[in-house]
């Protein structure tokens, strides 16, 4: 009897994939693939190729141990189609196989070429998540709003995580977030970031191909600490639970300088592979409070992230549909500028985050949405090409997170569907949140003229020019009423300021 074929993706890295339940050792072939439409369709970083080649390979080898026959094909096979179609059709042709089935993708991109591809493939629901489709088209009908604090209620009701018995939330409030919001303390010696891995010989394999494969792309392979496996990924988030998620709800929101990891998690990266499943993170950060080791600001924040944030941001991408990474409400044209790929820019805070992702292929939410997002809003800057940049340089990036991230919540593209206002600011909230701004060539405290920090020339300059679309929205009403009673000349002065940057920027000049 000729099997089946069962497709595993470079991001369903689980024991538990709904493929893999529905197939047969003993007649299916597991079929995996490292190929350029994959790596190619944006310019990865090559330190998130780096991680899921040898996070492929490991759980490739993993497979096999249990008793699955693997067909692996490496990016320097010189009989690789590099395409998973193709992949798959080369497969069957050497197995007879006439139909494959696979867990659906995370990415519309990835579903239609499946879909469109020379061989049948059956594809199942991914349930590593703890909403599907159906129950979030469900929540969201009938609805005005999508609003993620209500969808995060309903998902704590159902997974039972820091509820009472008499269904009531732990310590009777739903929402720690006012507690989170902590600039970072004089001495963060503690932060001592994620547990870090020194490359064993499969990975220092893969290490060496993508070096020499995609070493002229943007970001940095040197010191690459990803665990590759999932008994590693188990390590790093036993290590983020009893170092830092004591200290993360205070502190999650603060930006260091030379610090790029303060008391985060860095486990999206695992999660999103599918080296790490949410039940066990929420409960592992459960848990820890409930033995009286992390504050319940910190635990209810972690967990919000993971069932809250992360849920209902897949559920949207799945909701809106195909076309959603293409909205652009807004009409925002500008080119992203080059100190996006170079970090030449005088704006220290867009500098070090800049930086540190070109180091790591990682950022902070809050480096991501109030840093380099924020400076993309106000300025301006073609959402699809912000989205562009985001999905390219960070590890964890992949559609159907980045997409509603970036389109949705930082560059406010979809109109609202994600967040009730655009999440704008001047340079205030970067001085409260960091140090950054005393390190910065401009100066937060000026307003107006030369060395005016450009968050707060273009943060007026952002409302001015949208008036007649947010003046309406409540939660805009203040900042309009603070424009209005400025005097008419400033106002002009702060205009003609933001045009001046936004000037340097169209021509290419340093700002």
Same mark, same amino acid.
């Given at each position: 009897?000729?099997?089946?074929?069962?497709?595993?993706?470079?991001?369903?890295?689980?024991?538990?994939?709904?493929?893999?339940?529905?197939?047969?050792?003993?007649? #299916?072939?597991?079929?995996?693939?490292?190929?350029?439409?994959?790596?190619?369709?944006?310019?990865?970083?090559?330190?998130?190729?780096?991680?899921?080649?040898?996070?492929?390979?490991?759980?490739?080898?993993?497979?096999?141990? /249990?008793?699955?026959?693997?067909? %692996?094909?490496?990016?320097?096979?010189?009989?690789?189609?590099? =395409?998973?179609?193709?992949?798959?059709?080369?497969?069957?042709?050497?197995?007879?196989?006439?139909?494959?089935?696979?867990?659906?993708?995370? *990415?519309?991109?990835?579903? =239609?070429?499946?879909?469109?591809?020379?061989?049948?493939?059956?594809?199942?629901?991914?349930?590593?998540?703890?909403?599907?489709?159906?129950?979030?088209?469900?929540?969201?009908?009938?609805?005005?709003?999508?609003?993620?604090?209500?969808?995060?209620?309903?998902?704590?009701?159902?997974?039972?995580?820091?509820? #009472?018995?008499?269904?009531?939330?732990?310590?009777?409030?739903?929402?720690?977030?006012?507690?989170?919001?902590?600039?970072?303390?004089?001495?963060?010696?503690?932060?001592?970031?994620?547990?870090?891995?020194?490359?064993?010989?499969?990975?220092?394999?893969?290490?060496?191909?993508?070096?020499?494969?995609?070493?002229? +792309?943007?970001?940095?392979?040197?010191?690459?600490?990803?665990?590759?496996?999932?008994?590693?990924?188990?390590?790093?988030?036993?290590?983020?639970?009893?170092?830092?998620?004591?200290?993360?709800?205070?502190?999650?929101?603060?930006?260091?300088?030379?610090?790029?990891?303060?008391?985060?998690?860095?486990?999206?990266?695992?999660?999103?592979?599918?080296?790490?499943?949410?039940?066990?993170?929420? *409960?592992?950060?459960?848990?820890?409070?409930?033995?009286?080791?992390?504050?319940?600001?910190?635990?209810?924040?972690?967990?919000?992230?993971?069932?809250?944030?992360?849920? %209902?941001?897949?559920?949207?991408?799945?909701? *809106?549909?195909?076309?959603?990474?293409?909205?652009?409400?807004?009409?925002?044209? @500008?080119?992203?500028?080059?100190?996006?790929?170079?970090?030449?820019?005088?704006?220290?805070?867009?500098? *070090?985050?800049?930086?540190?992702?070109?180091? /790591?292929? %990682?950022?902070?939410?809050?480096?991501?949405?109030?840093?380099?997002?924020?400076?993309?809003?106000?300025?301006?800057?073609?959402?699809?090409?912000?989205?562009?940049?985001?999905?390219?340089?960070?590890?964890?990036?992949?559609?159907?997170?980045?997409?509603?991230?970036?389109?949705?919540? =930082?560059?406010?593209?979809?109109?609202?569907?994600?967040?009730?206002?655009?999440?704008?600011?001047?340079?205030?909230?970067?001085?409260?949140?960091?140090?950054?701004?005393?390190?910065? =060539?401009?100066?937060?405290?000026?307003?107006?003229?030369?060395?005016?920090?450009?968050?707060?020339?273009?943060?007026?300059?952002?409302?001015?020019?949208?008036?007649?679309?947010?003046?309406?929205?409540?939660?805009?009403?203040?900042?309009? @009423?603070?424009?209005? @009673?400025?005097?008419?000349?400033? +106002?002009?002065?702060?205009?003609?300021?933001?045009?001046?940057?936004?000037? +340097?920027?169209?021509?290419?000049?340093?700002?």
């Amino acid at each position: 009897m000729v099997g089946r074929l069962i497709l595993v993706l470079g991001d369903q890295l689980s024991d538990d994939l709904s493929a893999l339940r529905e197939g047969s050792k003993d007649t #299916d072939t597991v079929v995996m693939a490292e190929v350029r439409a994959e790596t190619d369709y944006v310019a990865h970083h090559p330190r998130k190729i780096a991680f899921l080649f040898a996070a492929m390979r490991k759980h490739a080898d993993h497979l096999r141990r /249990e008793g699955w026959t693997v067909r %692996y094909t490496t990016l320097d096979d010189p009989e690789n189609t590099h =395409s998973i179609p193709g992949e798959l059709l080369r497969a069957a042709h050497a197995t007879g196989a006439t139909e494959a089935i696979g867990t659906e993708p995370g *990415e519309f991109r990835l579903i =239609s070429a499946l879909e469109d591809g020379p061989l049948p493939v059956h594809l199942f629901p991914d349930d590593r998540f703890l909403c599907d489709h159906t129950t979030f088209e469900a929540w969201a009908g009938g609805r005005k709003e999508l609003r993620m604090e209500w969808f995060y209620r309903d998902m704590r009701r159902r997974t039972g995580l820091m509820m #009472d018995a008499d269904g009531r939330p732990a310590g009777d409030k739903w929402n720690y977030d006012h507690d989170n919001r902590k600039p970072a303390p004089d001495d963060v010696s503690d932060a001592d970031g994620p547990l870090k891995f020194e490359p064993d010989e499969t990975t220092q394999a893969v290490l060496d191909l993508v070096r020499t494969t995609f070493g002229n +792309r943007y970001g940095s392979l040197d010191g690459f600490w990803f665990a590759t496996d999932r008994p590693g990924a188990l390590k790093a988030l036993d290590h983020f639970v009893a170092r830092s998620l004591p200290k993360f709800g205070d502190f999650q929101d603060a930006m260091v300088t030379g610090a790029p990891f303060l008391y985060h998690a860095i486990l999206s990266v695992y999660l999103n592979a599918g080296l790490l499943g949410w039940r066990e993170v929420c *409960e592992a950060a459960e848990r820890a409070w409930k033995d009286g080791n992390v504050p319940i600001n910190a635990a209810e924040g972690f967990i919000r992230q993971i069932i809250g944030w992360r849920e %209902y941001i897949r559920g949207v991408y799945f909701l *809106e549909g195909p076309d959603y990474p293409q909205r652009n409400e807004l009409g925002h044209s @500008r080119d992203l500028p080059d100190f996006y790929w170079t970090a030449e820019t005088d704006m220290h805070c867009v500098a *070090e985050c800049v930086t540190a992702t070109m180091e /790591e292929a %990682y950022a902070h939410h809050i480096q991501r949405l109030m840093v380099t997002g924020n400076f993309g809003l106000l300025a301006g800057l073609d959402p699809q090409q912000v989205s562009e940049w985001y999905l390219i340089v960070y590890a964890d990036a992949y559609e159907w997170v980045e997409s509603p991230n970036v389109i949705g919540m =930082s560059q406010f593209a979809d109109g609202g569907v994600v967040g009730s206002k655009p999440y704008v600011s001047g340079g205030n909230y970067i001085n409260r949140m960091s140090d950054y701004c005393k390190h910065c =060539s401009y100066s937060v405290t000026k307003k107006t003229g030369d060395g005016a920090c450009p968050f707060n020339l273009l943060y007026w300059h952002f409302l001015d020019r949208h008036r007649d679309r947010f003046q309406s929205n409540p939660r805009m009403a203040q900042m309009y @009423r603070t424009w209005d @009673r400025m005097d008419e000349d400033r +106002r002009r002065t702060v205009i003609a300021d933001g045009d001046r940057i936004l000037a +340097r920027l169209d021509a290419g000049e340093r700002v």
